[in-house]
């Protein structure tokens, strides 16, 4: 546990050096808050004190930005080869993985906090439900947390930034619309197990303030797919990278 | 501590890096590690190091295996890697504390240790200054700052010196010898001097396989075989001289060196070489004007050892 927080606070100082989190930070809080409060379409058309209007914009945004996020941390190691210095000191693949993997979603819970404004708010405005807030606040760093694992995993498997995120934007966009789609137009079982697959059908409904198992369960596995794939990817290393 | 391989075989696809390779490194030896380019020697030390695993055989360090317990023999292991990678957009020192850090050293020794090995590197104008911003020669040092942190009692070292200029060869070089002391070494490298200026013992290496294992001194009288000796030897005809010489009793060979100039190369069996040769110029009153033991040197030895 020791050795994974020593290389999460690295990457996090990392990415604050590089101004990486800040413009990521300036940029998540000026999109969701554009769409939520100014744009014509917003929080205050639903005539209710509610954030979900904010809820499902940050699902939209997260999506972008976390790929953007991981695409570095793992095939920028690869391409300048520190990533045999990392793994040659006494650390197993596993504390360097969860160590990025946690420094990522420090700094999108980082994000996600500096909405809290947010919530005052919209309570100020009417009689919130904070459950539903809750729940909607875990939703969104579950899905951060899916798809970082996924990012981190395309990262993983390239040297090429830019692979890495359009990797993870590829495999993203089916969790996050395709399998929705693909749902609606089959029938029978096949409809039903697209329809679990998909992202946004447990995002609506954890983000609604329903606290199901069922999501749970979903969003770990595909936290620990990827972070499997990961390891797996990771051991397989070549000499000649 | 010591390192023992043991029947060592890497592939890469079908072509074997590293083909069955065993030897013994003990306790405070320091081991150059020769061989051409794609001999296998990177690997070699990449599997020492655990970052990659071998297809045959183990390691043992201090008698673990690097297999069963990569993270505890790793912790005994400083290794510098080819190509010294380091992050470029850290601080030397904040780098070096991480380094520390993972190496486990604990969190109240960690900023005298790094102090210590700033210090000992040299690197002390330049610890606030990113790594990306230092010229080759301070990298490498961060890079030995970073494989000696912890104190480690096994150093590998892959290429420390390539591509510094010859002052910061000699420096960095001068660094491994302090710094080595008490430690076992091992160290690859293609400058061969380097080699017979630190080194207890060398191994050479080639297309995957060990070819020759022994100290400077034994590797050059196994090459040699004989002694040959360089002479000129002046008013005569050439092949007149070449006769006389052949016909010596302790002359094996004799070739020509340079014939314009009457020089030839006389591969010889016994040390009364040099007396019969004088007595066989005063005899036919030539004169010879050069006598010069030709050494094999370790570059010799080599490229006859890794040249098909």
């Not at chain 1, 994974?4 to 590089?18: C, G, V």
């Not at chain 1, 939520?36 to 809820?55: E, K, V």
């Not at chain 2, 010591?2 to 075989?9: A, H, Q, S, Y």
């Not at chain 2, 400058?191 to 400077?216: H, M, Q, S, Y």
Request: hydrophobic share 45%; with cysteine; glycine share 6%.
């Amino acid at each position: 546990m020791d050795k994974i927080w020593i290389i999460t606070k690295r990457e996090l100082n990392s990415y604050f050096d590089s101004l990486m989190a800040f413009i990521m930070i300036v940029l998540f809080l000026g999109f969701s808050g554009f769409f939520t409060w100014i744009s014509g379409n917003d929080i205050f058309m639903s005539g209710q004190a509610s954030l979900r209007p904010f809820f499902s914009i940050a699902y939209w945004t997260l999506f972008f930005f976390i790929p953007a996020l991981t695409m570095r941390t793992i095939a920028e190691e690869n391409k300048t080869g520190t990533i045999e210095m990392l793994l040659t000191k006494p650390v197993t693949d596993r504390q360097v993985i969860l160590g990025k993997y946690l420094a990522t979603l420090i700094l999108i819970g980082i994000a996600l906090a500096l909405t809290f404004p947010y919530v005052i708010t919209v309570s100020k405005l009417g009689n919130a439900d904070a459950g539903a807030v809750l729940c909607g606040y875990l939703a969104l760093l579950l899905i951060s947390a899916s798809y970082s694992s996924i990012g981190i995993f395309t990262s993983s498997i390239t040297n090429n930034q830019i692979i890495a995120f359009l990797s993870a934007l590829f495999i993203g966009l089916f969790f996050h619309i395709l399998f929705q789609i693909i749902s609606g137009e089959m029938k029978g079982l096949t409809g039903q197990i697209f329809n679990t697959l998909s992202m946004t059908v447990h995002f609506d409904s954890l983000s609604r303030g329903v606290l199901d198992l069922k999501d749970l369960i979903y969003f770990a596995s595909i936290i620990f797919t990827g972070l499997f794939l990961t390891e797996v990817s990771l051991s397989k290393r070549n000499a000649f990278n | 501590m010591d390192i023992v391989i043991e029947n060592l075989t890497k592939r890469y696809g079908v072509q074997k890096a590293i083909d069955n390779i065993s030897f013994k490194v003990a306790t405070g030896e320091i081991i150059g590690f020769l061989g051409p380019n794609g001999a296998g020697k990177t690997t070699t030390m990449k599997i020492i190091t655990s970052y990659l695993a071998p297809d045959e055989g183990d390691v043992f360090i201090g008698g673990r295996s690097v297999m069963e317990n990569p993270v505890e023999t790793k912790r005994h292991i400083g290794y510098l890697p080819e190509n010294n990678p380091l992050y470029f957009d850290m601080p030397v020192i904040d780098y070096l504390e991480f380094c520390a850090r993972i190496q486990g050293i604990e969190k109240s020794r960690v900023v005298n240790r790094v102090a210590e090995m700033i210090k000992i590197t040299g690197l002390n104008h330049e610890k606030h200054k990113k790594i990306g911003e230092l010229s080759k020669g301070y990298r490498q040092r961060v890079g030995l700052a970073q494989a000696m942190i912890h104190d480690p009692q096994i150093l590998i070292l892959d290429e420390p010196t390539s591509g510094l200029d010859p002052n910061q060869i000699a420096e960095i070089r001068k660094l491994i010898r302090e710094l080595g002391r008490e430690k076992t070494v091992i160290l690859s490298t293609h400058i061969l001097p380097e080699v017979e200026a630190t080194c207890d013992r060398i191994f050479i290496i080639n297309k995957g396989k060990l070819v020759a294992d022994g100290t400077p001194d034994t590797l050059r009288k196994q090459a040699q075989g004989t002694d040959i000796i360089r002479v000129k030897i002046e008013d005569g005809n050439p092949d007149t001289i070449f006769k006389a010489l052949k016909e010596l009793e302790s002359v094996t060979m004799v070739d020509f060196a340079d014939r314009q100039f009457n020089r030839f190369n006389v591969h010889c069996k016994s040390d009364r070489v040099k007396r019969d040769i004088f007595s066989l110029c005063v005899q036919n009153k030539w004169v010879l004007t050069e006598m010069t033991p030709f050494e094999t040197k370790l570059e010799d030895i080599f490229r006859e050892l890794t040249m098909n």
